[in-house]
T-cell receptor, first 109, second 113 residues
Framework: ELKVEQNPLFLSMQEGKNYTIYCNYS?????LYWYRQDPGKSLESLFV?????AVKQEGRLMASLDTKARLSTLHITAAVHDLSATYFC?????????FGAGTRLTVKP | EAQVTQNPRYLITVTGKKLTVTCSQN?????MSWYRQDPGLGLRQIYY???????DKGDVPEGYKVSRKEKRNFPLILESPSPNQTSLYFC????????????FGQGTRLTVV
């Protein structure tokens, strides 16, 4: 059974600092997604990672995928308040898509 | 504008009273799915549909039904809602199963009392 674990679940960080969110999964995967959700809003697609070693970057966010370790990371560089949100990873295996529990990120001045 | 539209956005109902949450997309997408979001559990897939008249169970299908008579619409039906179905529901669509970008609806917050 495909299981997805994200950590940490809550993250409070200072503006300007760097941090990494981790997404571990239990079986082989066809692809991995990262989403952002603002309070009371829907999910916004950030990245799709399709192969081992894939790295995608957008602004202060960088996502990577290690399929051998069954691990994806979302790295935040020099955080700003606008990045405060909940971030989800989602892993797809065959027709099964499983989400992590989410990481609620709060960036403080 | 490309979008996934869910209705209603908020719904309070009583146990056992049948309800339908509608989902419509205007992008001619083949793949559509329903999720529920509960605190600490992330999103869990309820049902998905690869195309018209093709639906299948996701992770938590019990207590739900779906239909896909037209490509654009994918309603979620709760025949006899119970309090444990109180949740935030999202509909999503993508061009085909496996295409990178999934579009999510704005969500439906359902409370069953």
């Amino acid at each position: 059974e495909l299981k997805v674990e994200q950590n940490p679940l809550f993250l409070s960080m200072q503006e300007g600092k760097n941090y990494t969110i981790y997404c571990n999964y239990s079986t082989t995967s066809d692809r991995l997604y990262w989403y952002r959700q603002d309070p009371g809003k829907s999910l916004e697609s950030l990245f799709v990672l399709l192969s081992n070693g894939a790295v995608k970057q957008e602004g202060r966010l960088m996502a990577s995928l290690d399929t051998k370790a069954r691990l994806s990371t979302l790295h935040i560089t020099a955080a700003v308040h606008d990045l405060s949100a909940t971030y989800f990873c989602a892993v797809v295996n065959n027709n099964d898509m499983r989400f992590g529990a989410g990481t609620r990120l709060t960036v403080k001045p | 504008e490309a979008q996934v539209t869910q209705n209603p956005r908020y719904l309070i109902t009583v146990t056992g009273k049948k309800l339908t949450v509608t989902c419509s997309q205007n992008m001619n997408h083949e793949y559509m799915s329903w999720y529920r979001q509960d605190p600490g559990l992330g999103l869990r897939q309820i049902y998905y549909s690869m195309n018209v008249e093709v639906t299948d169970k996701g992770d938590v299908p019990e207590g739900y039904k779906v239909s896909r008579k037209e490509k654009r619409n994918f309603p979620l039906i709760l025949e006899s809602p119970s309090p444990n179905q109180t949740s935030l529901y999202f509909c999503a669509s993508s061009l085909y199963y496996g295409t990178p970008e999934a579009f999510f609806g704005q969500g439906t917050r359902l409370t069953v009392v």
